[in-house]
């Protein structure tokens, strides 16, 4: 585990890499390459990298899965724990709904603001390092939940061309029937363009790697894109209150994600070592992984404040994916959070709760885009569209005000259309 301390010019080059170009070259000109093969070459493209980089000989034919397919057995187990998991997941996002409204001001002008749904939705689940099942409920869910009236899946095939049944097991219980055995940029592509066995799509949401988020980056305004959300990301703020065993059990659960960055703020020495001895006490008897060790070795980060209120200062610039506050002023901490994914509050609420089955959605913004964006919703997949409705006497009395702002502007017709009013 690696150390410093919050405000040390360790730190300030900690922020600095986190800040660092989020698509370097080498990685931009990789997926605009896919995306322009996508684009002119369709099918064929899709089957070539899907044989190239997922070791599956692909066929047009093969691309979208069959009813035969989708429709598997799974266990009972499973099935239950889903039906529960989307549940919650339902009843947190329909709170999140946006209302349509209407109002008039003292001149009779009437305004308001209507909400649509986009028609049509691609929603990309990972399958390749770990088969995220639960993905399809953190995006199909919200995407129903707004209306949306075509919700279609993508999600990379194994060697033997087969979609993890676990995935097809949510699907199904999400109702949906389309999916397609793709993934990476070229999956996205797909969405965004078309080809003869994809059809497009309005909106595309969903977590993936650095591919599918670069390829996501660089084809948004072609297409409606949730946010960026690329490896996973932790930061975990702990005091002498905190239960330091299970502190130590949350950072691996983050760490064992491929390219995960974790962090571990507080304020007492004492307690980041009592914190590194559990971690390496689970490292040699529990979570033996090779992988996990590699994780916590180069992107584990603990970092020591002054005080523990200072900590949410630090977690305002990691901008973290997920944030939990295991502290005895978690109220005050959370006062002064601006830049978090998500918050997890206490002892009880590891990151996985929300990962599976709390209720909001686990796609999330990464990479310090918690700065500026929020993570998946309701909105992602609705178009909220003003109304103007002026009468006669209202338009007379902002008529000047159009004229005089539209000559200001140097546009002559639009200063017309008020003048011309007035005739």
């Known amino acids: 585990m690696k150390r410093t301390q919050a405000n040390s010019d360790d730190f300030k080059k900690l922020i600095s890499a986190r800040n660092d170009d989020i698509a370097p070259d080498g990685l931009r000109a990789t997926v605009s390459d896919i995306i322009s093969a996508v684009r002119k070459n369709g099918d064929a493209a899709l089957c070539d990298f899907t044989k190239k980089f997922d070791n599956f000989d692909l066929t047009p034919q093969q691309i979208r899965l069959s009813e035969n397919e989708i429709d598997i057995d799974c266990e009972d187990e499973l099935i239950e724990a889903l039906i529960q998991a989307a549940g919650n997941i339902r009843h947190y996002h329909e709170k999140q709904k946006r209302k349509e409204w209407f109002s008039e001001d003292e001149t009779g002008a009437k305004l308001g603001e209507i909400i649509r749904p986009v028609k049509r ?26 209306g949306v009236e075509e919700i279609c899946v ?11 049944p676990g995935i097809l097991a949510a ?30 799509v309005d909106v595309i949401a969903g977590p993936g790697n650095r ?31 905190a239960n330091l065993k299970w502190v130590a059990a949350d950072i691996l659960s983050q760490a064992e994600h491929a390219g995960s960055a974790t962090f571990l703020v507080s304020d007492s020495p004492a307690v980041l070592d009592l914190i590194e001895d559990e971690i390496n006490n689970l490292l040699e008897t529990v979570l033996t992984a090779d992988s996990l060790k ?10 020591l404040v002054d005080s523990i209120c200072d900590a949410a200062e630090v977690a305002n610039r990691i901008a973290p994916e997920h944030l939990q506050i295991i502290t005895k002023e978690n109220d005050n901490i959370l006062a002064k959070i601006r830049n978090a994914g998500a918050i997890f509050l206490g002892n009880y609420s590891p990151v996985p709760l929300g990962d599976f089955c709390a209720g909001p959605s686990h796609v999330l913004p990464t990479a310090c885009a918690a700065t500026f964006m929020s993570g998946l919703s309701t909105d992602t997949f609705i178009k909220r569209m003003g109304v103007i409705n002026y009468s006669k006497e209202s338009f007379n009395k902002i008529n000047k005000t159009m004229q005089i702002i539209a000559e200001k502007e140097q546009l002559p017709a639009h200063k017309f259309t008020a003048r011309v009013r007035n005739e």
């Open 211 to 241: 591919y599918v988020t670069e390829a996501k980056r660089q084809l948004y305004g072609y297409v409606g894109i949730d946010l960026i959300a690329g490896p996973s990301e932790s930061l975990i703020i702990a005091d002498d209150s």
């Open 121 to 146: 939705a691609g929603l990309y689940v990972p399958a390749g390092t770990a088969p995220l099942v639960s993905t399809v409920l953190m995006t199909v869910i919200p995407a129903q939940v707004a």
């Open 154 to 164: 993508v999600t990379p095939p194994d060697e033997n061309g087969n979609v993890n």
């Open 171 to 200: 699907c199904k219980i999400c109702g949906v029937k389309e999916i397609y055995r793709l993934g990476s940029a070229w999956a996205i592509a797909a969405l965004t363009f078309g080809t003869n066995s994809v059809k497009k």
């Open 294 to 303: 590699k994780s916590v070795a180069d992107n584990l980060t603990a970092v």
